[in-house]
T-cell receptor, first 114, second 118 residues
């Protein structure tokens, strides 16, 4: 009954460091995505994927890379962390269907960049 | 471009009263879906209710109902008989278009923080 699993839950980085946020889902969802949540800004889409080997940019992709080698996993990479990337990150997935397919969210990763 | 607007940064309601959280949307696509999510202080995102653009009736899920006014492009969430546990951030979101990868993105509003007073 895992759903969408994100690791780590908390992370502190120094400016310039790199890291990967992990996301895995066990529901065989085709669609996976990463959002960032900042105070007063709601959730903004970073990158998304419609299947293994296929990724595309969302609203705020700069400074982030993604890949989708399997249906289950969709890691988010910060290549050179900046203080502006301090945020809460959510991974979310869903089936393909019609517009009524809801997103299932992970529990989030709180990232601080010093 | 799609846009979701939630004009109420914060709302207060007395326990057991009803409350309406506003959401307006903008899209030129005739096919779209509207969602409401709840985010309690623990941080998880909880799906509440869905309304499709072609749905003839307003959606209801227990104490949650969606007041869908298509001509006004509004999709307000109504919570009846508020409980202390309803205190949370509420997000309205929209997906446009039919099936197809690029149309699967969910656009969120900035949220409304609801506080239920005892």
């Amino acid at each position: 009954n895992a759903g969408v699993t994100q690791t780590p839950k908390f992370q502190v980085l120094k400016t310039g460091q790199s890291m990967t946020l992990q996301c895995a889902q066990d529901m065989n969802h085709e669609y996976m995505s990463w959002y960032r949540q900042d105070p007063g800004m709601g959730l903004r889409l970073i990158h998304y994927s419609v299947g293994a080997g296929i990724t595309d940019q969302g609203e705020v992709p700069n400074g982030y890379n993604v890949s989708r080698s399997t249906t289950e996993d969709f890691p988010l990479r910060l290549l050179s962390a900046a203080p502006s990337q301090t945020s809460v990150y959510f991974c979310a997935s869903s089936y393909f269907g019609t517009t009524n397919e809801k997103l299932f969210f992970g529990s989030g990763t709180q990232l601080s960049v010093l | 471009a799609q846009k979701i607007t939630q004009t109420q940064p914060g709302m207060f309601v007395q326990e057991k009263e009803a409350v309406t959280l506003d959401c307006t949307y903008d899209t030129s696509d005739p096919s779209y879906g509207l969602f409401w999510y709840k985010q309690p202080s623990s941080g998880e995102m909880i799906f509440l209710i869905y309304q499709g653009s072609y749905d003839q009736q307003n959606a209801t899920e227990g104490r949650y109902s969606l007041n869908f006014q298509k001509a006004r492009k509004s999709a307000n969430l109504v919570i009846s008989a508020s409980q202390l546990g309803d205190s949370a951030m509420y997000f309205c979101a929209m997906r446009v278009g039919g099936s197809g990868g690029s149309n699967y993105k969910l656009t969120f509003g900035k949220g409304t923080l609801l506080t239920v007073n005892p």
